[in-house]
C-alpha cells in the first residue's frame, strides 16, 4: 500500500485540498485554454485544470510527488508532466505554448517566479494563482503604503494586478500559519526600455530611507530633482511616493545620465 507523498518544508509546499478553492482557482478556463501550472503537488488542482482546459503543461521539482500526480491525472491525456525547478526552467520549450498561468505556487518561489514569468514568457496572457497573503499585498500595493516597493512597481508595470479572493489556511495539507490569497494579474504591454526602467527602479529602492535623487547613479542626481518636480513631487521625495508610471517617465528623462 502506498501513501501519499508528504509535503516538504523545505520547498514550500502547501498542497490544496479543498474542491471549492480549486474551483474558485480554476474558474473561467475554457477548451481553448493552455495552462501552465506550477507545483502541482499531488495533482489534486490539476485534475479540475484538466476537466476544462486543451491542456496542461505542470511543472513538478519534486519527484517524491510525481506518482500521486500521475495516479491522479490517470486517463487524462491533455495532462503533460515536466519535472523541472520552475525558476530554471525554459518556458519557451513548451509547445503548445501556455496562455495561462493557473496554480497553487510553491511558497519559497512565488515572488521571484512571478516577475519572471512576467518579464520572459509574453505567451501568458493571465495569470491567477495562489500564494501567502503578505506576499499578495506586496503584489497589489500602492505608492506611499507600507508594503509598496520596487517590486510591486516592477509587477505593477507588467500587469494589472488584484487580490480575488482570500484563503483560509485549512483548505490546505499541512495549514501554513498564515492566510493566503487567490491573485489575478492580466499582462500589459512591457514598457519600451523596460530593463533600464527596472534598473532604475531597482537602484531607487535600494535604501527607501535615502532621497530617490541620492540612490540614483552620479550623473543622473543632477537631473533628477527637476523631472519630480515636473513629475509633481518634491526634489527631496523617496521612491515610495513614485508611481509606477513615475518611474517610466523618470527613466526617460535621465537615460541619457546612465
Known amino acids: 500500500m502506498s501513501f501519499p507523498a508528504r509535503p516538504k518544508k523545505r520547498l514550500g509546499q502547501h498542497f490544496l485540498k479543498d474542491p471549492n478553492t480549486a474551483r474558485i482557482?480554476?474558474?473561467?478556463?475554457?477548451?481553448d485554454d493552455v495552462v501552465l501550472e506550477i507545483g502541482p503537488g499531488r495533482g489534486f488542482l490539476t485534475t479540475f485544470l484538466s476537466e476544462s482546459a486543451k491542456l496542461v503543461h505542470a511543472v513538478e521539482l519534486d519527484r517524491d510527488v510525481l506518482p500521486d500526480l500521475r495516479r491522479s491525472i490517470a486517463?487524462?491525456?491533455?495532462?503533460r508532466i515536466h519535472e523541472a525547478d520552475a525558476l530554471r526552467f525554459d518556458y519557451t520549450t513548451l509547445?503548445?505554448?501556455?496562455?495561462r498561468l493557473v496554480?497553487?505556487?510553491p511558497y519559497n518561489v512565488a515572488s521571484p517566479l512571478v516577475l519572471m514569468l512576467l518579464e520572459e514568457?509574453?505567451?501568458i496572457r493571465t495569470l491567477r494563482f495562489m500564494v501567502q497573503l503578505e506576499v499578495a499585498r506586496r503584489m497589489v500595493a500602492h505608492r506611499g503604503s507600507k508594503d509598496y516597493a520596487g517590486y510591486a512597481a516592477l509587477v505593477q508595470l507588467l500587469a494589472d494586478v488584484r487580490v480575488a479572493h482570500k484563503v483560509s489556511p485549512m483548505v490546505f495539507d499541512p495549514p501554513p500559519r498564515v492566510h493566503s490569497a487567490v491573485v489575478e494579474m492580466n499582462r500589459k504591454e512591457k514598457p519600451k526600455n523596460y530593463d533600464?526602467?527596472?534598473a532604475v527602479v531597482l537602484a531607487a529602492f535600494r535604501n527607501r530611507r535615502k532621497r530617490l535623487v541620492?540612490?540614483?547613479p552620479e550623473p543622473a542626481r543632477r537631473e533628477a530633482p527637476r523631472v519630480l518636480t515636473s513629475l509633481g513631487h518634491s526634489p527631496d521625495a523617496r521612491a515610495e511616493e513614485l508611481s509606477p508610471e513615475d518611474f517610466v517617465a523618470l527613466y526617460r528623462r535621465i537615460s541619457w545620465a546612465i
Open 121 to 123: 514568457v509574453s505567451s
Open 196 to 198: 533600464g526602467i527596472k
Open 25 to 31: 482557482v480554476a474558474r473561467d478556463i475554457s477548451v
Open 75 to 79: 486517463g487524462r491525456g491533455n495532462v
Open 103 to 105: 496554480a497553487n505556487l
Open 214 to 216: 541620492n540612490n540614483l
Open 95 to 99: 509547445e503548445p505554448a501556455p496562455n
